[in-house]
């Protein structure tokens, strides 16, 4: 499928990108795809979500009006929206200290996030392959982006969760 037929089909970016590397196998890099957040945290999006196969859980939080705080797994992220080129990108930021990066900051990953019209959350991660992980600046990360928006291999499966009631 391609990535506009994918945003197509969703009614509203997600303003949510959640710390599942593990689930999805994102990749992990040193630097965010943008330093500071490009939208503000959309309340629909707060509360508890279950992946649709129902093995994992995760509750996301308002951390203040441009971060959420998510917890997955056991652990703790950071997440802002990042978008490039009207393409609703997030990074991901792990607040586990055994994840810091070569920056001194913590490790990323970085992620499309969509709600579609059945309330379903559906997450792809960003592929090395496309975007390689020892790349040093979000500006470099950015532009790799932006020429990639239309490659196919850009992005990995499609993850899904269902908002818990």
């Known amino acids: 499928m391609k990535i ?6 969703a009614l509203t970016p997600m303003v949510l990108a959640v710390g599942c590397w593990l689930a999805f196998g ?35 939080s ?3 009006d441009n971060h959420y705080v998510v917890a997955y797994d056991g652990d703790l992220y950071r997440v802002w929206s990042s978008d490039v080129a009207g393409t609703p990108f997030f990074s991901i930021q792990t607040l586990d200290t055994t994840g810091t990066g ?15 019209s059945d ?4 997450g792809r991660s960003v592929q090395d392959k496309i975007i390689p992980q020892d790349i040093k600046s979000s500006s470099a990360v950015r ?3 932006e020429k990639n928006l239309k490659n196919l291999e850009l992005l990995g499966d499609d993850g899904v969760f269902v908002k818990d009631k």
């Not at 506009?4 to 089909?9: E, I, L, S």
């Not at 992990?28 to 994992?56: C, N």
């Not at 309330?119 to 559906?122: M, P």
């Open 4 to 9: 506009n037929q994918f945003m197509a089909r």
């Open 26 to 60: 994102g990749c992990i890099y040193d630097v965010p795809i943008t330093e500071k957040p490009t939208r503000k945290v959309d309340p629909h999006f707060l509360g508890h979500w279950t992946s649709q196969d129902g093995k994992d859980k995760m509750t996301v």
């Open 62 to 64: 308002q951390y203040d």
């Open 102 to 116: 070569t920056n001194g900051q913590e490790k990323f990953v970085y992620q499309v996030w969509q709600l579609a």
């Open 119 to 122: 309330g379903t959350l559906h």
């Open 143 to 145: 532009k790799l982006l």
